[in-house]
């Protein structure tokens, strides 16, 4: 009897251990492919370059990349609404040059991606594939030529639209806000060009963002499958910046891939509500920290970060991510869904998940969720590279 105690106590300490090593080799050998990353902006907002060691700064850097398993990483070329035509494409190109810059400066650890093959090599060389995107057609100024500099430039994907719409797209922010009065709805005979232009090029056209209008105009006009970067499933947490199941059957027949996006307030449809609060209650402070640095991203992060233990409680669990993308997997099937964490633009993600060092719990929920090696696989990666090289065929 004591025999059998012992070896059920061997058998199950051998399996927990195999179970460890199996999600750590196993997000090792994928190829860990991220959608989307804001550091470029957030750095040069923060004065913080990618090479720095930013431990508990920034939710990403250079050699916390290799930490997480970090193969590929499509870096975010990102202004806001402030910028527009005389200035957003130019700001556009001193981001890009900061991430040239910055890879040069570290030729043995990073190269810039710009085609599949680059790709497989930076895999190879295990250094750490740079890719570009750039995050709002109002970067282009409404001229094709800047589109195709882009693309010269490396970028391979654009969102068609920030949360502001351009004068040939509408937004998911304005759409349903009914903000876009007098601008257009859906997508203008420019907006179907810049598509058809990102076509020809092998530029894939991002829908996270977009307005419903929009994202169906997209679809319909594109000849390659698209994706959507950074967004989760509406169905779960209805937000703007979801995407509805019907949108989801949409972008699955058009071939496409859903990056998942760990922001809390796109995962959790209870989190707006529980942080409103936690930010009233702490409203002086931040009114403190506002009149120093007058970003509202800025002083959130100050006080997430100081009362970390009282927000970590308002924070989904990673479970809840993975829910979104079982529903998607559920709806249209396991070659439609990636990662694409949006960190350094996002000031709240899954308790678990407090920076790209925590990848590999990713693996291990999709393994303990029977996720096949096969699928976990297209999942980290496969399915991206599909749409990538599609999109440049
Ligand atoms: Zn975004």
Same mark, same amino acid.
């Given at each position: 009897?004591?025999?059998?105690?012992?070896?059920?106590?061997?058998?199950?300490?051998?399996?927990?251990?195999?179970?460890?090593?199996?999600?750590?080799?196993?997000?090792?050998?994928?190829?860990?492919?991220?959608?989307?990353?804001?550091?470029?902006?957030?750095?040069?907002?923060?004065?913080?370059?990618?090479?720095?060691?930013?431990?508990?700064?920034?939710?990403?850097?250079?050699?916390?990349?290799?930490?997480?398993?970090?193969?590929?990483?499509?870096?975010?070329?990102?202004?806001?609404?402030?910028?527009?035509?005389?200035?957003?494409?130019?700001?556009?190109?001193?981001?890009?040059?900061?991430?040239?810059?910055?890879?040069?400066?570290?030729?043995?650890?990073?190269?810039?991606?710009?085609?599949?093959?680059?790709?497989?090599?930076?895999?190879?060389?295990?250094?750490?594939?740079?890719?570009?995107?750039?995050?709002?057609?109002?970067?282009?100024?409404?001229?094709?030529?800047?589109?195709?500099?882009?693309?010269?430039?490396?970028?391979?994907?654009?969102?068609?639209?920030?949360?502001?719409?351009?004068?040939?797209?509408?937004?998911?922010?304005?759409?349903?806000?009914?903000?876009?009065?007098?601008?257009?709805?859906?997508?203008?005979?420019?907006?179907?060009?810049?598509?058809?232009?990102?076509?020809?090029?092998?530029?894939?056209?991002?829908?996270?963002?977009?307005?419903?209008?929009?994202?169906?105009?997209?679809?319909?006009?594109?000849?390659?499958?698209?994706?959507?970067?950074?967004?989760?499933?509406?169905?779960?947490?209805?937000?703007?910046?979801?995407?509805?199941?019907?949108?989801?059957?949409?972008?699955?027949?058009?071939?496409?891939?859903?990056?998942?996006?760990?922001?809390?307030?796109?995962?959790?449809?209870?989190?707006?509500?529980?942080?409103? +609060?936690? !930010?009233?209650? &702490? =409203?002086?402070? /931040?009114? $403190?920290?506002?009149?120093?640095? %007058? #970003?509202?991203?800025? +002083?959130? !992060?100050?006080? &997430? =970060?100081?009362? /970390?233990? $009282?927000?970590?409680?308002?924070? %989904? #669990?990673?479970?809840?991510?993975?829910?979104?993308?079982?529903?998607?997997? /559920?709806?249209?099937?396991?070659?439609?869904?990636?990662?694409?964490?949006?960190?350094?633009?996002?000031?709240?993600?899954?308790?678990?998940?407090?920076?790209?060092?925590?990848?590999?719990?990713?693996?291990?929920?999709?393994?303990?969720?029977?996720?096949?090696?096969?699928?976990?696989?297209?999942?980290?990666?496969?399915?991206?590279?599909?749409?990538?090289?599609?999109?440049?065929?």
């Amino acid at each position: 009897m004591k025999h059998k105690l012992l070896w059920a106590i061997l058998l199950f300490v051998g399996y927990t251990n195999s179970h460890a090593q199996n999600f750590k080799r196993l997000h090792k050998k994928a190829t860990v492919i991220d959608t989307h990353n804001d550091f470029i902006s957030t750095g040069i907002e923060k004065n913080k370059s990618f090479d720095m060691a930013l431990k508990g700064i920034t939710h990403s850097d250079l050699n916390r990349m290799k930490t997480g398993g970090i193969d590929i990483q499509v870096f975010s070329i990102f202004c806001d609404e402030n910028y527009g035509n005389g200035t957003a494409y130019a700001f556009a190109n001193r981001e890009i040059d900061t991430l040239y810059a910055t890879v040069q400066r570290n030729p043995s650890k990073m190269m810039i991606v710009k085609t599949p093959e680059d790709l497989l090599s930076a895999v190879q060389s295990g250094k750490l594939g740079s890719m570009i995107g750039v995050e709002g057609g109002h970067m282009i100024e409404d001229r094709i030529e800047y589109l195709e500099a882009f693309f010269n430039r490396g970028a391979r994907y654009m969102t068609l639209t920030w949360n502001n719409s351009t004068s040939w797209a509408s937004s998911a922010a304005d759409e349903r806000a009914k903000h876009n009065l007098g601008r257009p709805y859906g997508l203008t005979s420019f907006g179907k060009e810049v598509v058809k232009k990102m076509n020809a090029l092998g530029m894939i056209v991002d829908i996270s963002h977009v307005g419903e209008q929009t994202f169906y105009d997209a679809i319909a006009t594109s000849t390659k499958p698209v994706i959507a970067s950074h967004s989760c499933t509406y169905s779960i947490c209805p937000v703007p910046r979801n995407m509805t199941d019907d949108q989801i059957k949409a972008l699955g027949k058009n071939g496409g891939v859903i990056h998942l996006n760990f922001y809390s307030g796109f995962v959790d449809s209870s989190f707006k509500q529980k942080n409103d +609060a936690f !930010l009233k209650k &702490h =409203e002086a402070e /931040k009114n $403190e920290l506002l009149k120093n640095n %007058p #970003s509202d991203f800025y +002083a959130n !992060l100050v006080l &997430h =970060e100081k009362y /970390k233990d $009282e927000i970590d409680g308002v924070r %989904p #669990s990673l479970s809840l991510l993975i829910d979104h993308l079982d529903h998607i997997v /559920k709806l249209i099937g396991v070659d439609h869904v990636g990662l694409g964490s949006d960190f350094d633009g996002i000031n709240s993600s899954p308790r678990e998940l407090n920076d790209v060092t925590d990848m590999p719990l990713i693996t291990q929920e999709l393994l303990k969720r029977g996720y096949s090696k096969k699928d976990i696989h297209k999942i980290l990666g496969g399915n991206f590279i599909r749409v990538f090289k599609a999109n440049q065929q």
